[in-house]
């Protein structure tokens, strides 16, 4: 039997998922193969380099040294960018160098295990699964927030983030599957994020974050065991460049997976 991650997209929440990696792959729940949309994609690729609790502690150091700031910069540059008439917000070096610094290779297929990535085809609003090319571009592409940051060419085709197509892309996941598997959705997602509106650029990222589709769980081969590791949505941890809770979310993803496997084990 093989595990197979999906991660979710969610923004600042992402941090999330550390706490949930952490339970899993520390109680022998190692992932054979991941699929990550926007955040998730990131989490998934720095993790599936070496899935190990040590990569999963250094994805951690990474994330409690993550800001608003250190991620998108000064709030001029989008005022700058509005006079040049760009048509995003922030530009994605900042993002690109963090990309860098995290994943340790240039390919998508050099990771250790396989790894699909979700984006959106804005010419047909289509959720699009890479299996291979360049990890750099597919991650920004991955985490492209209409708007917010500059769309991705891959392929002759511009890609933007993967949750305006499917948040949770449990269709690539459907895909990979094979008889017997057991597939961890590690969802961090958010409906409501109308919360913590205290700037412009909050009330502009809630608006695009309100239209993110959270798709149902696709259709699974019947002998696929599905486990649901769904973050507390209740959970308030302000908007999505709000890194102010990241130690919070580490337990709190943490509490989730740990109820999932007792779930598990519970039905054995």
């Known amino acids: ?16 998922q550390i706490g949930m990696l952490r339970a899993l792959i520390g109680a022998g729940i190692v992932p054979d193969a991941m699929v990550g949309a926007s955040v998730g994609a990131l989490n998934g690729c720095c993790v599936a380099a070496d899935p190990t609790p040590d990569r999963v502690e250094a994805l951690a150091d990474g994330w409690m040294q993550m800001s608003e700031k250190s991620l998108i910069g000064s709030r001029r540059s989008a005022a ?10 922030f530009g994605s070096q900042r993002l690109r160098d963090l990309i860098s610094d995290w994943v340790p290779v240039e390919r998508l297929e050099d990771l250790a295990i396989p790894v699909r990535v979700a984006t ?4 047909t609003g289509r959720s699009v699964h890479h299996d291979s090319g360049p990890v750099l571009d597919l991650i920004a592409a991955s985490t492209a927030l209409p708007a917010l940051f500059p769309p991705v060419t891959l392929d002759g085709r511009v890609h933007v983030d993967a949750g305006v197509s ?19 959705l590690l969802d961090v997602s958010k409906q409501n994020a109308a ?4 700037s412009p650029l909050h009330v502009l ?5 309100g239209s993110i589709t959270n798709r149902p769980t696709a259709a699974f ?3 696929t065991e599905v486990v649901q590791c769904k973050l507390d949505e209740t959970f308030d941890c302000g908007p999505v460049f709000d890194f102010g809770h990241t130690g919070t979310l580490f337990r ?13 084990a519970t039905q054995r």
């Open 252 to 264: 709190l993803g943490e509490q989730t997976a740990l109820a999932a496997l007792d779930s598990v």
């Open 195 to 198: 919360r913590g509106l205290h």
């Open 205 to 209: 990222v809630a608006a695009l974050a």
């Open 120 to 123: 959106t085809d804005l010419g």
């Open 80 to 89: 700058l960018n509005v006079v040049r008439r760009r048509p995003y917000l």
């Open 221 to 223: 081969a019947p002998d």
């Open 1 to 16: 039997m093989r595990n197979v991650f999906v991660l979710s997209g969610g923004g600042s929440r992402g941090a999330a």
């Open 166 to 184: 499917e948040n949770l892309p449990v269709s690539a996941a459907a895909r990979m599957v094979r008889p017997g598997d057991r597939v961890w």
